[in-house]
Structures are given as structure tokens and as C-alpha cells.
């Protein structure tokens, strides 16, 4: 699924009202907690995010 840059999103594997993440790419990546929303987010660098995601998806667990 493909998102707007700057629109933030939860996974689509996240029921509909669960408590989750959800992020807002751009050219840094955002991550907040879905329950509190004002509470603050976490930025990291798109590269970073990138090999994130691309970790988890082979399923390492050396990160």
C-alpha cells in the first residue's frame, strides 16, 4: 500500500482499533504511539528506517 509523504498511517495488519505505531514517511521518518498522539514522536533518518524495515523483513535479530 502506497502512502502520501507527510500522512500518517498504521500498518494494515493492525486491527482497526488497536493500540499500535504509526508512521509518516518523508525525507525523515516519524514513528508515534497511536494512544497519544500529542505525545511526542520519534525521527529518524529515511536511510535508517529503510534498513530497518529491510532487517525485519529477512527476519535478523542481529539489530
Same mark, same amino acid.
Not at 500500500?1 to 525525507?27: A, D, I, N, Q, T
Not at 508515534?32 to 529515511?46: F, I, Y
Given at each position: 500500500?502506497?502512502? &502520501? $509523504?507527510?500522512?500518517?498511517?498504521? !500498518?494494515?495488519? !493492525? $486491527? &482497526? *482499533?488497536? =493500540? %499500535? +505505531? &504509526?508512521?509518516?514517511?518523508?525525507? &525523515? /521518518?516519524? +514513528?508515534?504511539? /497511536? *494512544? =497519544? ?9 529515511? %536511510? #535508517?528506517?529503510? #534498513?530497518?524495515? #529491510? +532487517?525485519? *523483513?529477512?527476519? #535478523?535479530? /542481529?539489530?
Amino acid at each position: 500500500m502506497r502512502h &502520501e $509523504p507527510g500522512e500518517w498511517f498504521k !500498518s494494515g495488519w !493492525s $486491527p &482497526e *482499533k488497536s =493500540e %499500535c +505505531v &504509526e508512521v509518516r514517511l518523508g525525507e &525523515e /521518518t516519524g +514513528v508515534r504511539d /497511536t *494512544k =497519544e498522539r500529542d505525545g511526542g514522536q520519534l525521527t529518524v533518518a529515511r %536511510c #535508517a528506517w529503510t #534498513a530497518l524495515v #529491510a +532487517v525485519i *523483513k529477512q527476519g #535478523a535479530r /542481529t539489530w
